[in-house]
Nanobody, 125 residues
Framework: QVQLVEAGGGPVQVGGSLRLSCQATGYSHSRRCWGWFRQRPGKEREGVAAIYAGDGKTYYADSVKGRFAISRDDTQNTLYLEMNELQPEDTAMYYC??????????????????WGQGTQVTVSS
């Protein structure tokens, strides 16, 4: 059974940093697409970052380029999202997701098959 469990969310001040993690069980990283999504209050869910495990290529939404970094640790089967220079508009529930269609990585319309339960990030001044 595939399970994705996020951790690392919480309150943070403007300009601060957080590192989210997503532990995967029952599903390996190889040749998969792994992504981070977020849902801000009153908004639709949006893609934030993705990484193709086959070659490590990464993809970012324009709103987070240069501030967020996605990475993975294959030995721990864990996905990370390093978030820096956080702003109030980054406040959201953050979800990790996985899908076997690695060739579609970077397409934010990809409907990922597996999802975590989410971790809340709240940025305040």
């Amino acid at each position: 059974q595939v399970q994705l469990v996020e951790a690392g969310g919480g309150p943070v001040q403007v300009g601060g940093s957080l590192r989210l993690s997503c532990q995967a069980t029952g599903y390996s990283h190889s040749r998969r697409c792994w992504g981070w999504f977020r849902q801000r209050p009153g908004k639709e869910r949006e893609g934030v970052a993705a990484i193709y495990a086959g070659d490590g290529k990464t993809y970012y939404a324009d709103s987070v380029k240069g501030r967020f970094a996605i990475s993975r640790d294959d030995t721990q089967n864990t996905l990370y999202l390093e978030m820096n220079e956080l702003q109030p508009e980054d406040t959201a529930m953050y979800y990790c997701a996985a899908d076997q269609r690695g060739w579609m990585c970077g397409d934010w319309k990809l409907e990922y098959k597996y999802w975590g339960q989410g971790t809340q990030v709240t940025v305040s001044s």
